[in-house]
């Protein structure tokens, strides 16, 4: 059991070049979601999808695109790169039941620098 | 006001010390809450749920106070591995709302 895998781990883009970050997890969790965090600002959510097919925008999606077409992988598709998209990013996964959601287990993150 | 608000600290402790973050949350309608533990670099991990009559593991105590809107968590006999950032963490309501995170409290426990 993998849990949720990210990839890459590093990246470094030139401002407009476009990229996906890759996540997957093999717990069959219905909930996933993509958070960046920078310094002083916390975990903010980018994107998120309660099953395969359905996805709706959180707190900062522009510049974002995602889609669901498997419940195992989650990919984030960033349009056109831009110094304010340098952060960390992070995939998480969860279970849910009857709208109660359970553990968020969190991927080990994708450090993105755009320059 | 922020949804979810937490001290940033950080609280700076003797091996041993008992400490306390608290975390306020603005809408009453909050379902579950939960406190996560994030390391330098690394990812969050839950550490424990927060139950209405409070709840104890090990040396962690978490308390809710719905009437006041906040959330604490209480360390016992700090230890150096409990150094890192404790963020709490809010779900609006049921269904599949997102979770909110605030942006965490930082601790750091000194021999």
């Known amino acids: 059991n993998a849990g949720v895998t990210q990839t890459p781990k590093f990246q470094v883009l030139k401002t407009g070049q476009s990229m996906t970050l890759q996540c997957a997890q093999d717990m069959n969790h219905e909930y996933m979601s993509w958070y960046r965090q920078d310094p002083g600002m916390g975990l903010r959510l980018i994107h998120y999808?309660?099953?395969?097919?359905?996805?709706d925008q959180g707190e900062v999606p522009n510049g974002y695109n995602v889609s669901r077409s498997t419940t195992e992988d989650f990919p984030l598709r960033l349009l056109s790169a831009a110094p304010s998209q340098t952060s960390v990013y992070f995939c998480a996964s969860s279970l849910t039941r009857q709208g109660r959601s359970y553990e968020q287990y969190f991927g080990p993150g994708t450090r993105l620098t755009v320059t | 006001r922020k949804e979810v608000e937490q001290d940033p600290g950080p609280f700076n402790v003797p091996e041993g010390a008992t400490v306390a973050f608290n975390c306020t949350y603005s809408?009453?309608?909050?379902?579950?809450f939960f406190w996560y533990r994030q390391d330098c670099r690394k990812e969050p991990k839950l550490l424990m749920s927060?139950?209405?009559s409070g709840n104890e593991d090990g040396r962690f105590t978490a308390q809710l106070n719905r009437a006041s809107q906040y959330i604490s968590l209480l360390i016992r006999d700090s230890k150096l591995s409990d150094s890192a950032t404790y963020l709490c963490?809010?779900?609006?309501?049921?269904?599949?709302?997102?979770?909110?995170f605030g942006k965490g409290t930082r601790l750091s426990v000194i021999a």
């Open positions: 927060v139950y209405s």
């Open positions: 963490v809010v779900k609006r309501n049921s269904g599949n709302t997102p979770l909110v």
């Open positions: 809408n009453s309608a909050s379902q579950s």
């Open positions: 999808s309660v099953g395969a097919g359905i996805t």
